[in-house]
């Protein structure tokens, strides 16, 4: 079973003395922390708690501990989204900016490289002015600059020795945040995650360091017991986050408010739409006309490679035209304009890349088919 959470010692004036010397680290244990709870529990003031939770880190007693399965130190991981990018990424670039690491004609090489990069439609692209706006990055443009956008953009213009440290975060990250990780490449991130820190430690000094950092040697434990960090990270919980705050509500009774939209969204879901030219234009835009068996799931490599819609023009006669006469009787439809039209106003979801101009979501608007 591995021991996850070292006891961090807060020696005398208050600020953590780091150290990453792992074999003096000495580990929790869940009968430890419930004995130093159910004494924070007991104390009498705020004074008493306050002197029990400087020594055992604690802060209070949780009602979770009236479980008896419920292991506090394995149960409560870390979460690598604020570990790692909204807290060491985000620290390290204003890190830069306060030690006046950057002129102003290199932010500029920076603001330049960041515009040169062509990214997929679904990453998503930096704000170019980082800058000014670096400070209201969200963490998923945090995770965007890290292993993407930042070797790049740094290389040549951060000095040497920084730079050297700043790809002992970035190598890890790209491994931390795998769909699948094996145990090998876990102990490769767990070691150069570690040497990032001693060397931060070394080049900016003990006050640099934080207890968020101490937790970065603890995200090879918490894989291993929970698995890969997208299976339990805050990326989702935050995207909701935002869903809901981007309802529109009159400020009362709002929850009320939006369990009535998540319904509404439910029954639009599950509306049978009107049937009317079915016939005339289902067998063109289904995928599975293009020669799959009735009911089989495509994947994105079978579809038609021009994205011409393939179904519409092989519907097509001799003379390039398209008859419908239930819906049009007297006139024909030429593909082209019927692709033309798809085109501009319609939309395509290829698995969860969705493409077209009546897309709303960030870096879709300039997706081309």
């Known amino acids: 079973m591995p021991k996850r959470v070292a006891t961090l010692i807060f020696p ?3 600020k953590w003395d780091s150290g990453f010397d792992q074999n003096l680290w000495r580990s929790r244990t869940n009968e430890d922390h419930r004995r130093q709870a159910v004494k924070i529990a007991k104390c009498k003031t705020k004074a008493q708690q306050n002197l029990v939770g400087q020594k055992s880190g604690i802060t209070h007693y949780s009602i979770l501990l009236d479980l008896d399965y419920f292991n506090v130190i394995r149960f409560c991981p870390v979460d690598p989204m604020h570990n790692l990018f909204l807290g060491t990424a985000k620290k390290m670039f204003h890190l830069w900016n306060d030690m006046k690491l ?3 004609s290199q932010l500029k090489d920076i603001e ?81 995650i570690l040497k990032f820190c001693k060397s931060v430690e070394n080049l900016y000094g003990k006050h640099v360091i934080t207890p968020n950092m101490h937790l ?50 439910r029954y ?31 994947s994105p490599s079978d579809w038609s490679t021009d994205h011409k819609f393939n179904n519409i023009v092989s519907a097509a006669s001799p003379d390039g035209k398209i008859s419908l006469p239930n819906m049009y009787a007297n006139r024909d439809i030429v593909p082209s304009d019927l692709v033309e039209s798809i085109h501009k106003y319609g939309s395509i979801k290829i698995w969860s890349t969705t493409l077209g101009l009546n897309c709303n979501q960030e870096g879709y608007g300039e997706a081309k088919f």
Not at 165 to 175: E, G, I, R, S
């Open 12 to 14: 005398e004036g208050g």
């Open 216 to 265: 970065h040697n603890h995200l090879k434990e918490v894989i291993l017991d929970h698995g890969p960090v997208t299976s339990f990270w805050c990326f989702s919980f935050e995207s909701f986050n935002g869903i809901l705050g981007s309802t529109q509500t009159n400020k009362r009774s709002v929850e009320l408010q939006l369990m009535r939209q998540f319904l509404m969204s």
């Open 112 to 192: 330049d490289r960041i515009k040169s990069l062509e990214v997929p439609g679904d990453i998503g692209r930096l704000p170019t002015q980082i800058t000014s706006n670096s400070g209201s990055y969200t963490a998923e443009q945090w995770k965007n600059w890290t292993p993407i956008y930042s070797i790049y953009c740094l290389k040549g213009i951060l000095l040497e020795d920084h730079f050297r440290c700043w790809q002992t975060f970035v190598l890890p990250c790209k491994y931390f945040c795998q769909s699948a990780i094996s145990k090998t490449n876990l102990n490769i991130a767990d070691g150069l």
């Open 268 to 298: 639009l879901k599950d509306m049978t739409l009107p049937t009317m030219y079915q016939d005339e234009f289902l067998h063109l835009c289904l995928p599975t006309s293009l020669g799959s068996n009735e009911g089989e799931e495509m």
């Open 102 to 104: 950057f002129s102003p």
